[in-house]
Nanobody, 128 residues
């Protein structure tokens, strides 16, 4: 079983930056899909960015609305996941969740039912 703990949220002004972190424990998350989702008040949870852990190709996937602003990465020990968020906008305000899925999985499929492991969420608030 995989346990995820996500941290790093906060309140910033538009144009600011935040870095989210996710620590994985329990089963090894090698060759997993790991990603970040977000859920704004009154809206459905949506995928933001994802990658394959341990991938030599460094394959990542981003939703269009964060491309060029957000960067997903994994730690050297491969049990940490990060999301660097730059040029934040008020519409980025949401609860952000780290998620993981064991293989076979697809980093471009953000159907939440396909991602069984979730962090508790960390709030990001961007003011104008």
């Amino acid at each position: 079983q995989v346990q995820l703990v996500d941290t790093g949220g906060g309140s910033v002004q538009a144009g600011g930056s935040l870095r989210l972190s996710c620590a994985a424990s329990g089963d090894t998350v090698n060759s997993y899909c790991m990603g970040w989702f977000r859920q704004a008040a009154g809206k459905e949870r949506e995928g933001v960015a994802s990658l394959y852990t341990g991938s030599s190709s460094g394959a990542t996937y981003y939703r269009d609305f964060v491309k060029g602003r957000f960067t997903i990465s994994q730690g050297d020990a491969k049990n940490s996941l990060y999301l660097q968020m730059n040029s934040l906008k008020p519409e980025d305000t949401a609860m952000y969740y780290c998620a993981a899925a064991s293989p076979p999985c697809s980093i471009s499929d953000y159907n939440v039912r396909l991602w069984p492991h979730w962090g508790q969420g960390t709030q990001v608030t961007v003011s104008s």
